[in-house]
């Protein structure tokens, strides 16, 4: 008898990306994905960001669940707009809790979760909120890029 496997697709509501640390993310339509090196015109890529001091090859990309955005409204009165979360994508139905460790397509890219991110003051000072303590275990996730190539609005997100 096969084990009972739940299946899940979500889709991008969002991507995004900066130059520079501390200026606001920028909205897109689609980014192009380099293996080794991150998003092309990411500050992380380009050694420009907040953390590059620090590099990290599981920190080429970075996600987070729009599920977070409107849990933060409804249960505390908080409004983050998806560009003002510092992450790359922007997911809706997908666990990224689960997936460190994992591989899963965003369109046509190929990406593997390294690790949960954790919240950092940093945002605290971009967003001007008090938002730290309530992104604990809900800060998106990390990943490093398998298979490069170009996502966008609206692609599935999908377990490899």
């Known amino acids: 008898m ?6 899940w697709t979500g889709v991008v509501e969002g991507l ?12 897109m339509d689609n980014l192009s994905f380099v293996k080794g090196q991150g998003i092309a015109g990411d500050r992380y890529s380009s ?8 590099p990290e090859e599981g920190r080429q990309v970075t ?3 729009v599920e977070t955005l409107e849990a933060l409204w409804r249960d505390h009165g908080v409004r983050l707009m ?3 979360h510092r992450r790359n994508i922007t997911t809706r ?8 460790g994992r591989r ?19 945002i605290e000072q971009i967003t001007g909120k008090e938002i730290f303590t309530l992104l604990l275990n809900r800060s998106g996730l990390h990943a490093r890029i ?6 966008f609005t609206g692609d599935p997100i999908r377990p490899v």
Do not use: Q, W
Request: hydrophobic content about 35%; some cysteine; overall charge negative.
């Open 47 to 54: 050694g420009e960001g907040f953390y590059s001091d620090r």
């Open 104 to 122: 899963f397509s965003v369109g046509d890219v190929v990406l593997e979760g390294t690790r949960l991110s954790t919240p950092c003051r940093h």
């Open 16 to 27: 995004h990306l900066v130059p520079r640390s501390f200026l606001p993310m920028r909205t």
């Open 146 to 151: 398998i298979e490069p190539g170009e996502a």
């Open 2 to 7: 096969k084990a009972n496997t739940h299946i």
């Open 93 to 100: 139905g997908v666990p990224l809790n689960h997936l460190v």
């Open 63 to 65: 996600l987070f669940e």
């Open 82 to 84: 998806p560009e003002d």
